[in-house]
């Protein structure tokens, strides 16, 4: 996949959160008060599994991946600000967090602001496909051990 490189990142950087965020609320329509796991379906396609990591009043960690016969992925981890609304990829199961892959290398502004760019355009091109294939979580609901057991 080609990835478009804008010239001023930044901007373009938190544009792309904002988008996520509004993917993220059309993928899961009651993304403020989800549960801990959920499952959306489509005949012929993986699974789609999202499990709630952590909750504060004004943030969710989420993780959201399709269920493959070889395993879970991509397995994005996203930082949902609902104030703010914005979603932020912050790893996925290729790539770790920025400061993990980052360390121990002359790591500037520029090389953040770049890592941090190729998650955010992945996750927003991956939801563009979850939203075109018609995944959508509705209000069914699972426990930790009926996610574990699937």
């Known amino acids: ?5 804008p010239a001023e990142k930044s901007f373009w950087l938190q544009k792309v959160c904002e988008s996520n965020y ?3 609320a059309n993928l899961i329509p009651d ?29 969710l960690t989420l993780e959201l991946t399709h269920d493959f016969v070889r395993g879970l992925e991509p397995a994005v981890k996203i930082r949902v600000s ?14 770790p967090v920025v400061l993990d892959a980052l360390r121990g290398s ?29 995944y959508r979580f509705g209000t069914a609901r699972y426990s930790r051990e009926e996610f574990v057991a699937v």
């Open 22 to 24: 509004e993917k993220l």
């Open 106 to 134: 002359e790591s500037s502004a520029k090389s953040v602001l770049d890592y941090k760019w190729s998650l955010n355009y992945f996750l927003t091109r991956w939801l563009d496909h979850c939203l075109q294939s018609d």
């Open 82 to 95: 609902l104030d703010a609304k914005t979603a932020e990829a912050l790893s996925d199961h290729c790539r």
């Open 1 to 5: 996949m080609s990835i478009f490189q």
């Open 31 to 59: 993304l403020a008060r989800i549960d801990e796991t959920a499952i959306a379906q489509v005949n012929g396609k993986p699974s789609l599994h999202l499990r709630l990591l952590e909750r504060s009043p004004y943030t």
